[in-house]
C-alpha cells in the first residue's frame, strides 16, 4: 500500500465513489508513477580536466574576411584543470576559443555538441574529468569525420571500471545520459502534447546549468516547456517526480477520453437524414455500374488493334507504291513496243516502196531536170553505175560477204527478237499487275478490317472508362455510407477506462497539493536569496522576488512590482545568475534540492553588464564560493577583470590576440 | 523518204482535181496548193484528226451513220495507230518539206511541180499527177503492205472535199490541241477526246431512237 494509493483511496470513499485499493494501486503502476516520494539530496558534480588535441585553422585577423590561403594551423593543446569556487575563462580578443572551452566541456559531459561546426572538424581527441560525488569519471572520446568515439569509466579502488563504450552522437548521449541521471538523483521529465508522449533527460538538465548572455529565458534552464518541472528537481520538492508522472499519466487519459467524446460528439451530429441520402448515392452508384457490360475489354489489346491497322495501312500504302512501279513499267514497255512496231512498219513500207520504184525507169534528175536517156538506164546493168548521178551500185553479196565476216570475227550471240522480248516484258508486266493488284484488293481490306476493329476497340475503351469512374463512385458512396454508421455507431464507455481516468485524476490533484504544499516553504528561501544576491551582483534597487512553482517570478523594483520578462536583459542576466545560486546555496546549507552545483556562464559582460558591474559580480560570486560548496566556470572576453578577481590556480586567460588553446 | 514519197503519190492519185487548159500536157490530175497538199497529209498521218472530222461530217449529218464505224476503226484498231507520223506545227499550221519526197516522185515521171513567182519566193506551187503516176497509183492500191494509204487517203478526200488549203486550216485549227500546239512542236494526239465525243453521240442517237423503237 503506498502513501498516493492510500490517499487516493480514501478521497473516493468520502466522495461515494470507492474503489478497491489494490486496484487504484494496479492503475498507478501501469501508469509508471512511482509508489513512494523522494526529498531532493543534492549531489556534487565537478569539472576536474578537461584536455583536447587536435589542429585548428585560424586567422590572424579575426574579425576580418581572410582568403583561405592565409589561413593558418596549429595544434590544440587545451589541457586544463578547474578548480572549485569560480574559475575563469577569458581572453582579451573575441573569437579566441573561450566558449569552446565550455563547450568542450558540455559536449564531453552530455554527448551532444555545441561546437561550431569547423571547430568540431578541428578536434581529434577529447579526455575530460569529472567528479560525482568525489567519485571520479573519465569520458574519452576520438573524433573522426565529425563523429565521436570512445568510452566512459569510473575509478574505482582497484583501477578503472568501464561504464559504456559509444559510437556516434547517439550512444553518446545515450550513455552519458545513463551515467550522469543515475548518479545526479535525476529523474527523467516525460511531458504529454497531442496524444504523443516525449521525455527530456539529460541533455535538458545540464543545459539548465548553463547561463548563456544570449539566452536569458526561462529563469531556471533554457526550455520554457520545461521551466516548471526543472524548478520543482532542483527545489528539491519531494513530490515533484510522483507529481510530474502523474500528470503525465492523466494527460494520457484524459486526451484518450476527449478522443473518444470527440467520436461521440461526431455521431450525434450524424442525421438520419444524412444517412439516407449516403444509402441513395450507394444505390445509384450501384445501378451506375450495372448498366456496363461485365467483360472487362482489355486496354492492351485497343492498343493492339490500333497498331495493327497502322501495319495494315503501311502494307497497302507498299502495295500501292509497288504497284504504281510496276504499271510505269508497263506503259514504258508498251510505248517502246510501239515505237519498235512503228519502226518495223515504216521499214517494211519503206522496202516495198523501194521495190516498186526500183521496178520503175528513172525519167529524168530531180535536180537538173536532165532527162535520163534509155541507154543510161541499160547500162546500169553492166557498168553497175546509177544512170542519174552515175555512183557506183553497191552489190549485195558483198554486203552479205561482209556481214558473214563480222560475225566470224565477233562472239556468236543469241539473236533476241526485240519485239519479242517487249511482248514478254509486257505480258510479264501485266501478270505482276494483276497479282500485285490482286494483293493490294486483300490488303486494303485487311486495312478496313483492322481500321474497323481499331475504331470498336477505342469504343470500348471508353466504355471501360467510364466503367471504372462508375466503380470509383461506387466506392466512394460505399466508404461515405460506412464512414457515417461508423460514426453513427455509440462508441462505448469503457468502465475501466472511465475508473482509470478518475484514479488518475484524483491522484494528480493530490500531488500537485502536496508539491505545493512542500515547495513552498522551500520557495519562499529560494526567493530570499536570489533577492540578496541580486543586489550583491550590482541590482540594488531590487528590494523583493517571489520565485513561484509555475517558474514565473514577481519582481519588486523600485517600490513597483514587475514580472521577469518585463526587466531589463542586464537584470534579467543578474537574477538568472542569482537564481542558479540561490538553488545551490539552498541545497548546500539545507541540503534539499538536486542542483549538481555547477554552472557555466557564458560571456556575462556581452549583456549590457558595465565593466564594473562584471567585477561586481565576479566578486560576489567569489564571495559565495567560499561558504557554498559550487564550481561555477565563466568565460568572457574581460581576462584582465578576471585575473584581478580570480586566483591564478583557476585562471585560463589568454592575452593580447593569443588562443586560449 | 519513199514513204513519204508514198503518202504523196496516193494523196494526188485520190484528192487531186482535173487539170484546166493551160496546165502542163502531162498533168492528168492537179493539187493547186502545197498548203492544201500539207493539210491533206495532216490527215493522213493523223488517224485521230481524221476520225474527229469524220465524226463532225456524221453529226452535221453530212456522211451517214455507218461511218461511225470507220471513226471507231480509225481509233481503235492498231494499224492506224501504226501509221501515226506526227507532223509540227508551223506559222501555216501542219508542215514538213515535201521537196525531198515529191523528188523521187517527179525523178520517176509519175508527179510534177509547177511553181508560180520568183525563185526566193514562190507564190503558188501546183502539184500534178502524170499518167505514169496514175499507173503507179493503181499497183500502189493493189500492193498489200502500201494499199492501207490509198484507202486513207479516200477518207482524206472525203473529208476534205474541195476546199482549198486556207479552209482546210481552218477547221484544223478548230481541232482545239492543233491550236494550243506552240509553234515547231509535234501536234499532239486527241484520240480520248474523240472517243468521247463518239460516245457522246451514241448516247444522244440511242436516246433519240429509244422511244420510237419502244413505241
Given at each position: 500500500?503506498?502513501?498516493?494509493?492510500?490517499?487516493?483511496?480514501?478521497?473516493?470513499?468520502?466522495?461515494?465513489?470507492?474503489?478497491?485499493?489494490?486496484?487504484?494501486?494496479?492503475?498507478?503502476?501501469?501508469?509508471?508513477?512511482?509508489?513512494?516520494?523522494?526529498?531532493?539530496?543534492?549531489?556534487?558534480?565537478?569539472?576536474?580536466?578537461?584536455?583536447?588535441?587536435?589542429?585548428?585553422?585560424?586567422?590572424?585577423?579575426?574579425?576580418?574576411?581572410?582568403?583561405?590561403?592565409?589561413?593558418?594551423?596549429?595544434?590544440?593543446?587545451?589541457?586544463?584543470?578547474?578548480?572549485?569556487?569560480?574559475?575563469?575563462?577569458?581572453?582579451?580578443?573575441?573569437?579566441?576559443?573561450?566558449?569552446?572551452?565550455?563547450?568542450?566541456?558540455?559536449?564531453?559531459?552530455?554527448?551532444?555538441?555545441?561546437?561550431?561546426?569547423?571547430?568540431?572538424?578541428?578536434?581529434?581527441?577529447?579526455?575530460?574529468?569529472?567528479?560525482?560525488?568525489?567519485?571520479?569519471?573519465?569520458?574519452?572520446?576520438?573524433?573522426?569525420?565529425?563523429?565521436?568515439?570512445?568510452?566512459?569509466?569510473?575509478?574505482?579502488?582497484?583501477?578503472?571500471?568501464?561504464?559504456?563504450?559509444?559510437?556516434?552522437?547517439?550512444?553518446?548521449?545515450?550513455?552519458?545520459?545513463?551515467?550522469?541521471?543515475?548518479?545526479?538523483?535525476?529523474?527523467?521529465?516525460?511531458?504529454?502534447?497531442?496524444?504523443?508522449?516525449?521525455?527530456?533527460?539529460?541533455?535538458?538538465?545540464?543545459?539548465?546549468?548553463?547561463?548563456?548572455?544570449?539566452?536569458?529565458?526561462?529563469?531556471?534552464?533554457?526550455?520554457?516547456?520545461?521551466?516548471?518541472?526543472?524548478?520543482?528537481?532542483?527545489?528539491?520538492?519531494?513530490?515533484?517526480?510522483?507529481?510530474?508522472?502523474?500528470?503525465?499519466?492523466?494527460?494520457?487519459?484524459?486526451?484518450?477520453?476527449?478522443?473518444?467524446?470527440?467520436?461521440?460528439?461526431?455521431?450525434?451530429?450524424?442525421?438520419?437524414?444524412?444517412?439516407?441520402?449516403?444509402?441513395?448515392?450507394?444505390?445509384?452508384?450501384?445501378?451506375?455500374?450495372?448498366?456496363?457490360?461485365?467483360?472487362?475489354?482489355?486496354?492492351?489489346?485497343?492498343?493492339?488493334?490500333?497498331?495493327?491497322?497502322?501495319?495494315?495501312?503501311?502494307?497497302?500504302?507498299?502495295?500501292?507504291?509497288?504497284?504504281?512501279?510496276?504499271?510505269?513499267?508497263?506503259?514504258?514497255?508498251?510505248?517502246?513496243?510501239?515505237?519498235?512496231?512503228?519502226?518495223?512498219?515504216?521499214?517494211?513500207?519503206?522496202?516495198?516502196?523501194?521495190?516498186?520504184?526500183?521496178?520503175?525507169?528513172?525519167?529524168?534528175?530531180?535536180?537538173?531536170?536532165?532527162?535520163?536517156?534509155?541507154?543510161?538506164?541499160?547500162?546500169?546493168?553492166?557498168?553497175?553505175?546509177?544512170?542519174?548521178?552515175?555512183?557506183?551500185?553497191?552489190?549485195?553479196?558483198?554486203?552479205?560477204?561482209?556481214?558473214?565476216?563480222?560475225?566470224?570475227?565477233?562472239?556468236?550471240?543469241?539473236?533476241?527478237?526485240?519485239?519479242?522480248?517487249?511482248?514478254?516484258?509486257?505480258?510479264?508486266?501485266?501478270?505482276?499487275?494483276?497479282?500485285?493488284?490482286?494483293?493490294?484488293?486483300?490488303?486494303?481490306?485487311?486495312?478496313?478490317?483492322?481500321?474497323?476493329?481499331?475504331?470498336?476497340?477505342?469504343?470500348?475503351?471508353?466504355?471501360?472508362?467510364?466503367?471504372?469512374?462508375?466503380?470509383?463512385?461506387?466506392?466512394?458512396?460505399?466508404?461515405?455510407?460506412?464512414?457515417?454508421?461508423?460514426?453513427?455507431?455509440?462508441?462505448?464507455?469503457?468502465?475501466?477506462?472511465?475508473?482509470?481516468?478518475?484514479?488518475?485524476?484524483?491522484?494528480?490533484?493530490?500531488?500537485?497539493?502536496?508539491?505545493?504544499?512542500?515547495?513552498?516553504?522551500?520557495?519562499?528561501?529560494?526567493?530570499?536569496?536570489?533577492?540578496?544576491?541580486?543586489?550583491?551582483?550590482?541590482?540594488?534597487?531590487?528590494?523583493?522576488?517571489?520565485?513561484?512553482?509555475?517558474?514565473?517570478?514577481?519582481?519588486?523594483?523600485?517600490?513597483?512590482?514587475?514580472?521577469?520578462?518585463?526587466?531589463?536583459?542586464?537584470?534579467?542576466?543578474?537574477?538568472?545568475?542569482?537564481?542558479?545560486?540561490?538553488?545551490?546555496?539552498?541545497?548546500?546549507?539545507?541540503?534539499?534540492?538536486?542542483?549538481?552545483?555547477?554552472?557555466?556562464?557564458?560571456?556575462?559582460?556581452?549583456?549590457?553588464?558595465?565593466?564594473?558591474?562584471?567585477?561586481?559580480?565576479?566578486?560576489?560570486?567569489?564571495?559565495?564560493?567560499?561558504?557554498?560548496?559550487?564550481?561555477?566556470?565563466?568565460?568572457?572576453?574581460?581576462?584582465?577583470i578576471l585575473s584581478e578577481v580570480i586566483g591564478p590556480q583557476n585562471l585560463l586567460v589568454a592575452t593580447g590576440s593569443n588562443f586560449v588553446w | 523518204m519513199m514513204q513519204h514519197a508514198i503518202r504523196l503519190l496516193a494523196i494526188l492519185s485520190e484528192c487531186s482535181e482535173p487539170v484546166k487548159t493551160g496546165d502542163p500536157p502531162e498533168g492528168i490530175a492537179v493539187i493547186r496548193a502545197e498548203l492544201r497538199l500539207q493539210a491533206l497529209d495532216f490527215w493522213l498521218r493523223n488517224p485521230d484528226y481524221l476520225a474527229g472530222e469524220l465524226?463532225?461530217?456524221?453529226?452535221?449529218?453530212?456522211?451517214?451513220?455507218?461511218?461511225?464505224?470507220?471513226?471507231?476503226?480509225?481509233?481503235?484498231?492498231?494499224?492506224?495507230?501504226?501509221?501515226?507520223?506526227?507532223?509540227?506545227?508551223?506559222?501555216?499550221?501542219?508542215?514538213?518539206?515535201?521537196?525531198?519526197?515529191?523528188?523521187?516522185?517527179?525523178?520517176?515521171?509519175?508527179?510534177?511541180?509547177?511553181?508560180?513567182?520568183?525563185?526566193?519566193?514562190?507564190?503558188?506551187?501546183?502539184?500534178?499527177?502524170?499518167?505514169?503516176?496514175?499507173?503507179?497509183?493503181?499497183?500502189?492500191?493493189?500492193?498489200?503492205?502500201?494499199?492501207?494509204?490509198?484507202?486513207?487517203?479516200?477518207?482524206?478526200?472525203?473529208?476534205?472535199?474541195?476546199?482549198?488549203?486556207?479552209?482546210?486550216?481552218?477547221?484544223?485549227?478548230?481541232?482545239?490541241?492543233?491550236?494550243?500546239?506552240?509553234?515547231?512542236?509535234?501536234?499532239?494526239?486527241?484520240?480520248?477526246?474523240?472517243?468521247?465525243?463518239?460516245?457522246?453521240?451514241?448516247?444522244?442517237?440511242?436516246?433519240?431512237?429509244?422511244?420510237?423503237?419502244?413505241?
Open positions: 500500500m503506498t502513501k498516493l494509493g492510500d490517499a487516493v483511496a480514501r478521497d473516493l470513499e468520502r466522495r461515494g465513489k470507492a474503489i478497491d485499493q489494490s486496484r487504484i494501486e494496479r492503475i498507478l503502476l501501469d501508469a509508471g508513477v512511482s509508489s513512494t516520494a523522494s526529498r531532493g539530496v543534492p549531489a556534487r558534480l565537478r569539472v576536474r580536466r578537461v584536455w583536447v588535441t587536435g589542429e585548428k585553422l585560424y586567422s590572424e585577423r579575426p574579425t576580418e574576411e581572410t582568403p583561405p590561403a592565409e589561413m593558418k594551423t596549429a595544434p590544440i593543446k587545451l589541457d586544463w584543470q578547474p578548480g572549485d569556487g569560480v574559475n575563469g575563462v577569458g581572453s582579451e580578443a573575441n573569437l579566441r576559443g573561450k566558449s569552446s572551452v565550455l563547450h568542450f566541456a558540455i559536449w564531453a559531459l552530455t554527448g551532444r555538441s555545441y561546437l561550431q561546426a569547423d571547430v568540431e572538424t578541428w578536434v581529434e581527441h577529447v579526455s575530460a574529468e569529472f567528479h560525482v560525488d568525489e567519485v571520479p569519471l573519465f569520458v574519452d572520446f576520438d573524433v573522426r569525420g565529425g563523429m565521436p568515439s570512445g568510452t566512459v569509466t569510473q575509478k574505482t579502488r582497484s583501477g578503472h571500471a568501464s561504464l559504456g563504450s559509444f559510437f556516434g552522437h547517439a550512444e553518446f548521449e545515450s550513455l552519458m545520459g545513463s551515467v550522469m541521471l543515475d548518479r545526479l538523483r535525476l529523474d527523467a521529465i516525460s511531458v504529454f502534447s497531442k496524444g504523443t508522449e516525449t521525455e527530456h533527460a539529460w541533455p535538458s538538465y545540464a543545459a539548465a546549468l548553463a547561463v548563456h548572455a544570449d539566452k536569458l529565458d526561462p529563469i531556471v534552464g533554457n526550455e520554457n516547456t520545461l521551466k516548471t518541472r526543472i524548478l520543482q528537481m532542483f527545489v528539491g520538492t519531494r513530490w515533484a517526480a510522483v507529481d510530474a508522472q502523474v500528470a503525465t499519466a492523466f494527460k494520457a487519459a484524459d486526451y484518450e477520453r476527449e478522443v473518444l467524446i470527440e467520436k461521440r460528439r461526431a455521431a450525434a451530429s450524424v442525421t438520419t437524414s444524412a444517412l439516407r441520402q449516403a444509402e441513395t448515392r450507394l444505390r445509384e452508384a450501384e445501378a451506375a455500374l450495372e448498366v456496363f457490360d461485365p467483360t472487362q475489354p482489355d486496354v492492351d489489346a485497343v492498343f493492339a488493334l490500333a497498331s495493327v491497322a497502322s501495319a495494315r495501312a503501311q502494307q497497302a500504302h507498299e502495295l500501292s507504291m509497288r504497284l504504281m512501279v510496276a504499271r510505269t513499267a508497263l506503259s514504258g514497255a508498251e510505248e517502246q513496243l510501239r515505237t519498235e512496231q512503228m519502226r518495223r512498219q515504216a521499214a517494211e513500207e519503206d522496202a516495198v516502196a523501194r521495190r516498186l520504184f526500183n521496178g520503175m525507169a528513172p525519167k529524168a534528175c530531180p535536180r537538173c531536170a536532165a532527162e535520163v536517156t534509155a541507154a543510161r538506164y541499160e547500162a546500169e546493168v553492166t557498168a553497175h553505175e546509177c544512170s542519174m548521178c552515175k555512183n557506183e551500185f553497191t552489190i549485195l553479196a558483198d554486203l552479205d560477204e561482209a556481214s558473214a565476216a563480222a560475225v566470224v570475227d565477233n562472239e556468236v550471240e543469241e539473236p533476241v527478237d526485240p519485239l519479242e522480248a517487249l511482248q514478254a516484258a509486257i505480258a510479264e508486266a501485266d501478270v505482276d499487275i494483276s497479282r500485285l493488284e490482286g494483293e493490294l484488293r486483300e490488303a486494303d481490306r485487311s486495312r478496313l478490317d483492322a481500321e474497323n476493329a481499331a475504331q470498336r476497340g477505342r469504343g470500348r475503351l471508353g466504355a471501360a472508362r467510364a466503367r471504372l469512374e462508375a466503380e470509383i463512385d461506387l466506392a466512394r458512396a460505399e466508404s461515405a455510407l460506412g464512414a457515417l454508421r461508423e460514426a453513427m455507431r455509440p462508441e462505448p464507455s469503457s468502465p475501466v477506462d472511465d475508473e482509470r481516468h478518475l484514479v488518475l485524476e484524483v491522484a494528480s490533484r493530490l500531488t500537485k497539493k502536496w508539491v505545493k504544499e512542500d515547495q513552498g516553504p522551500l520557495l519562499e528561501a529560494v526567493s530570499l536569496a536570489i533577492a540578496r544576491l541580486a543586489r550583491e551582483f550590482g541590482s540594488t534597487n531590487i528590494t523583493a522576488v517571489t520565485l513561484k512553482g509555475n517558474g514565473n517570478m514577481d519582481v519588486e523594483k523600485g517600490g513597483a512590482v514587475t514580472g521577469y520578462s518585463g526587466l531589463t536583459n542586464g537584470e534579467k542576466l543578474r537574477i538568472k545568475l542569482a537564481a542558479a545560486i540561490a538553488l545551490i546555496e539552498i541545497g548546500h546549507s539545507d541540503g534539499v534540492g538536486r542542483h549538481p552545483g555547477l554552472l557555466f556562464v557564458d560571456s556575462p559582460a556581452a549583456e549590457e553588464i558595465p565593466e564594473a558591474d562584471l567585477r561586481t559580480m565576479l566578486e560576489a560570486m567569489a564571495t559565495v564560493a567560499q561558504k557554498t560548496d559550487l564550481q561555477i566556470i565563466v568565460a568572457t572576453r574581460h581576462g584582465r | 465524226l463532225t461530217k456524221v453529226e452535221d449529218h453530212d456522211l451517214p451513220a455507218h461511218y461511225l464505224s470507220v471513226v471507231e476503226h480509225l481509233l481503235n484498231n492498231p494499224e492506224p495507230d501504226l501509221h501515226w507520223y506526227p507532223m509540227p506545227r508551223w506559222h501555216h499550221g501542219a508542215y514538213e518539206a515535201i521537196d525531198d519526197a515529191f523528188s523521187v516522185l517527179s525523178a520517176y515521171g509519175l508527179a510534177l511541180v509547177r511553181r508560180m513567182g520568183g525563185v526566193q519566193k514562190t507564190a503558188r506551187s501546183q502539184f500534178f499527177l502524170t499518167h505514169a503516176g496514175r499507173v503507179a497509183a493503181a499497183d500502189l492500191a493493189k500492193e498489200r503492205v502500201l494499199s492501207w494509204y490509198t484507202e486513207q487517203a479516200k477518207l482524206v478526200a472525203l473529208v476534205a472535199g474541195s476546199d482549198n488549203g486556207s479552209t482546210l486550216k481552218k477547221r484544223q485549227y478548230q481541232q482545239a490541241e492543233y491550236a494550243r500546239t506552240k509553234l515547231g512542236v509535234n501536234i499532239a494526239p486527241i484520240h480520248s477526246a474523240v472517243r468521247g465525243r463518239l460516245e457522246a453521240f451514241r448516247t444522244t442517237v440511242s436516246g433519240s431512237l429509244a422511244p420510237v423503237a419502244g413505241g
